[in-house]
């Protein structure tokens, strides 16, 4: 491989009567060397904010600010670390309630205002470390650290306000620095990590969390698999599939249980890495189970300004479900299967050999339901979801 640096980005515009008008941009610079696989280190960074009125005019509102630094070969064949720093406001994060079968119709008698009953602000800064130890190729040991600062405020008249005023386990609704550690086993046999046409990457582990000060009473385990496959189909087409399953149990605050994941937390069951349409934030609970298919092709190659271009999509179907606790039978996730889903399709642009972006479109029905006019999860984002 010849030694070279790629460096390419991309606008970030959007925004909503929540946040206002959002912009920013996301960037990635890559160095490639002799023998270093699959580069000597990869820095990612994204800056967005948002601008709204406020009491005193406008005011930057929504924030997401990060900072992530991959190093394959820091200890050549034996070590490589994945260093994540990122600061995120988000305004207008949804709050519907526990289980699969929350509810997300507006009560009559709200005290505050009805378009912030089903949210709050939260705010979240974390140092994040994914550390892999090569064992016996293609297994790795792996190794997680997580450090945060997370600030949850509440809007008057609030589902979240009520619920924590009349549920008696109701943890996180106070500044909290929770700590973790996570442990587990990779299995790696991609046949690249930018765009993979052939292979798998497995992990499975554990993760503890401890949060301070004590008397939030924030403590809980989670254990979690990760498991996805990459199959050529003909010509370009590759079909990806994934399953994710996730399990928290002890003391979980509240914001934490829609989310998952031992080394790379991300949102589930909704948002844009988990089942897509679905709005972030939609169902909390303890267990959630997850799966994604995709059919993606890079299709067509251009050059510009020296640089090497690809051009593709994809088409996508995601599906899953939360439960609240470990009876299974709890009124609040509802009856029947309960399956959530959506679908829809999407745009890759590949920059060089490293930068991916995407932009996806998917219809879900709860999409629909909060907003009938545009029943659409839009997402950006850089390199493939999974």
């Known amino acids: 491989m010849t030694e070279r640096t790629e460096l390419a980005g991309a606008p970030l515009l959007g925004g909503n ?10 960037g990635t610079l890559t160095r490639f060397g ?26 930057i509102a929504q924030q997401n600010y990060l900072l992530q630094v991959d190093l394959p070969n820091l200890i050549p ?3 490589r670390v994945k260093l994540t720093a990122s600061f995120q406001r988000t305004v207008d994060q949804g709050y519907f309630g526990f289980g699969n079968g929350s509810s997300s119709v ?45 600030d949850p405020v509440t809007y008057r008249g609030s589902r979240l306000e009520r619920d924590a005023s009349m549920e008696r386990d109701f943890y996180g609704l106070r500044e909290l620095v929770p700590l973790a550690l996570g442990v587990g086993v990779g299995y790696d046999t991609r046949d ?29 385990g989670e254990a979690g698999s990760v498991l996805a496959w990459y199959v050529p189909v003909t010509g370009k087409l590759v079909f990806a599939a994934r399953g994710v399953a996730d ?26 890495e988990g089942i897509r349409g679905v709005p972030l934030g939609r169902y909390l609970g303890l267990i959630k189970l997850l799966a994604n298919v995709e059919l993606r092709a890079l299709l067509v190659e251009f050059h510009l300004l020296g640089a090497t271009f690809h051009f593709g999509g994809n088409v996508f179907a995601d599906a899953g479900r939360v439960w ?38 998917a219809y879900s029905p709860d999409a629909a ?18």
């Open 324 to 361: 609240r606790d470990y009876h299974f039978r709890n009124t609040g996730d509802g009856s029947g299967v309960g399956v959530k889903w959506g679908s829809g399709a999407g745009l890759y642009l590949q920059w060089g050999q490293a930068a991916v972006f995407r932009a996806e479109f």
């Open 106 to 150: 507006v009560p009559d008698a709200v005290m505050g205002s009805p378009g912030l009953y089903f949210q709050f602000d939260q705010r979240e800064a974390v140092l994040r470390s994914w550390n892999r130890v090569a064992w016996q190729p293609p297994y790795q040991w792996m190794f997680s650290t997580n450090f945060r600062y997370v």
């Open 247 to 272: 399990a928290q149990f002890g003391h979980v605050p509240f914001y934490d249980q829609y989310t998952g994941g031992v080394f790379q937390t991300f949102a589930m069951p909704g948002g844009p």
């Open 192 to 220: 690249n990590e930018f765009f993979p046409s052939r292979g798998a990457f497995h992990h499975v582990g554990m993760k503890f969390s401890y949060a301070l000060p004590a008397r939030g009473s924030v403590r809980y």
């Open 17 to 26: 009567s929540d946040i206002g008008f959002e912009f920013g941009a996301v």
């Open 34 to 59: 002799e023998g270093h696989v699959p580069y000597l280190f990869n820095m990612d960074l994204v800056l967005a904010a948002s601008v709204n009125s406020g009491p005193a005019g406008a005011e």
């Open 77 to 79: 064949e034996r070590l």
């Open 369 to 386: 339901d909060l907003n009938p006019h545009f029943p659409l999860g839009v997402y950006v984002a850089e390199g493939v979801m999974f």
